[in-house]
């Protein structure tokens, strides 16, 4: 098993742009999140899906949009991206009634002129 | 709403010394309780969690913690610390089984030779 898979790991962006980080989970868990990590503020919540067809927003929402594609897949999107989007943004899973842990993703490290 | 606190951003040790990372949570209802270790560019792996079963947990790599109610507290340890312990530590919080996690600033350790 891959466990929780992201892509891509690096991107560079100017102030603008847009993109969309892609995130995969093989252990067929219900629940996936999206977190930034910025110096000195440990992981906040941008958005998860507790369940497939469901999204949520978090701590963070302004500026992303997400889509639960399917069980596997939860996409995050900067539509017009800005510096203070600069962080490192990792994805997690969890089995909601089985195990708890959260697994998480390698991260992805954005960053944004 | 739920916080985390963790105090000190940086503790450093010598190797063999005991480790001792702090952690405080505020809830007034017993919360489920994690710590998570990141080791640079890399995602987040849990060491141990809490979830009402025993109140000192014990985790891997010879970490455990002890679970206080009345002080609110989940304070990591290790007794004998080791120059492969060098990491980020996250303290975190959920309110549901698996679900949302509140985490704290991180605490980056240090291990001297």
Not at chain 2, 19 to 47: I, T
Request: charged share 15%; proline share 4%.
């Amino acid at each position: 098993n891959a466990g929780v898979t992201q892509t891509p790991k690096f991107q560079v962006l100017k102030t603008g742009q847009s993109m969309t980080l892609q995130c995969a989970q093989d252990m067929n868990h219900n629940s996936m999140y999206w977190y930034r990590q910025d110096p000195g503020m440990g992981l906040r919540l941008i958005y998860y899906s507790a369940s497939e067809g469901t999204t949520d927003k978090g701590e963070v929402p302004n500026g992303y949009n997400v889509s639960r594609l399917n069980k596997r897949e939860f996409s995050l999107r900067l539509e017009s991206a800005a510096p203070s989007q600069t962080s490192v943004y990792f994805c997690a899973s969890v089995q909601r009634g089985g195990t708890d842990t959260q697994y998480f993703g390698p991260g992805t490290r954005l960053t944004v002129l | 709403a739920q916080s985390v606190t963790q105090l000190g951003s940086h503790v450093s040790v010598s190797e063999g010394a005991l480790v001792l990372l702090r952690c405080n949570y505020s809830s007034s209802v017993p919360p489920y309780l994690f710590w998570y270790v990141q080791y640079p560019n890399q995602g987040l792996q849990l060491l141990l969690k809490y979830t009402s079963a025993a109140t000192l947990v014990k985790g891997i790599n010879g970490f455990e913690a002890e679970f206080k109610k009345s002080e609110t507290s989940f304070h990591l340890t290790k007794p004998s610390a080791h120059m492969s312990d060098a990491a980020e530590y996250f303290c975190a919080v959920s309110m549901e089984y698996g679900n949302k996690l509140v985490f704290g600033a991180g605490t980056i350790l240090r291990v001297k030779s």
